[in-house]
């Protein structure tokens, strides 16, 4: 299986700031790393597919980058509703495996 | 919109079996895969498996086969997920979760059902 790991596991950011968030594949994964966002008692949400592709309806503050075995999410001005966990997944080969998920507290 | 409306919750008993219900709409229901995955409290997301509605192939993750059955009922456009021989450790949320691609997962899953809380207990 291949390992998705986060880091970091929690990181907390003021209204306004940048935040970045990575993800390493144990393996070459191309292009195929996807990013979620999950508030506490919801569902976990699409915001990035393909590493840099944003989902319909998702703020044009959320960006994805990368390819093979090293991808990033970046927020560019962090938004107080952006307070949750966010998750990287890949779809590159079964099965499907997620990060372990990074926590973002708002200052 | 597409929506995915799952069953309620579950109480059962270790060794029981429990079968969870996701009900599609919004789009056609044999145009897309649906995954099966779960979170246990306070921990990160695990694939379950797959179907695809439109010729009921299966894909189930290695940890759950021989436990795991996935079914499609295109009368009803609703999937079922049966897990059997339950554990305490398979005490979680079970989402249901589309296909963003009609052409496959390549592009992760979108929407999700709001989940379904199994909890296994003697």
């Known amino acids: 299986d291949i390992q998705m790991t986060q880091s970091p596991s929690s990181l907390s950011a003021s209204v306004g700031d940048k935040v970045t968030i990575t993800c390493r594949a144990s393996e070459n994964i191309n292009k195929y790393l996807n990013w979620y966002q999950q508030k506490a008692g919801s569902a976990p949400k699409l915001l990035i597919y393909t590493a840099s592709s944003l989902q319909s309806g998702v703020p044009s503050r959320f960006s994805g980058s990368g390819s093979g075995t090293d991808f990033t999410l970046t927020i560019n001005g962090l938004q107080p509703e952006d307070l949750a966990s966010y998750f990287c997944?890949?779809?590159?080969?079964?099965?499907?495996?997620f990060g372990q998920g990074t926590r973002l507290d708002i200052q | 919109q597409v929506q995915l409306v799952q069953s309620g919750g579950e109480v059962k008993q270790p060794g029981a079996s429990v079968r969870v219900s996701c009900k599609a709409s919004g789009y056609s229901f044999y145009s897309n895969a649906i995954s099966w995955l779960r979170q246990a409290p306070g921990q990160g997301l695990e694939w379950l498996g797959l179907i695809n509605p439109y010729n009921d192939k299966t894909n189930y993750a290695q940890n759950f086969q021989g436990r795991v059955t996935m079914t499609a009922d295109t009368s009803t456009r609703t999937v079922f997920m049966e897990l059997r021989s339950l554990l305490p450790d398979d005490t979680a949320v079970y989402y249901c979760?589309?296909?963003?691609?009609?052409?496959?997962?390549?592009?992760?899953?979108?929407?999700w059902g709001q989940g379904t809380l199994v909890i296994v207990s003697s």
């Open positions: 979760a589309r296909d963003n691609s009609d052409l496959g997962a390549d592009e992760g899953f979108a929407p």
């Open positions: 997944q890949q779809s590159y080969s079964s099965p499907i495996t």
